[in-house]
């Protein structure tokens, strides 16, 4: 998904739900400019272990910037 899919598609923000178990999944949206907006605590039990559900977002704008950081570089 890059800058057009928001242009062509008229969105605003993305939304995303992932399990706290999955670290690398967090680590990968967080580095790709997703915020975390909220937080559904022991969602989900596992064995002897409780998870968290974890909403992300990225609006529009914080994704342009992110894209527009990126081709600085690669000047």
């Known amino acids: 998904m890059g800058w057009l899919h928001f242009q062509q ?7 995303l739900r992932v399990y706290s178990f999955n670290k690398r999944a967090v680590s990968c949206y967080k580095k790709s400019g ?4 909220g937080r559904r605590r022991e969602a ?3 064995g002897n272990k ?10 529009a704008t914080e994704f342009k910037g992110k894209i527009d950081k990126l081709m600085e570089k690669e000047d």
Do not use: A, Q, V, W
């Open 9 to 15: 598609y008229l969105i605003n923000n993305i939304f």
């Open 34 to 37: 997703f915020k975390e907006i």
């Open 44 to 46: 989900y039990i596992i």
């Open 50 to 59: 409780k998870y968290d559900d974890i909403y992300m977002d990225i609006l």
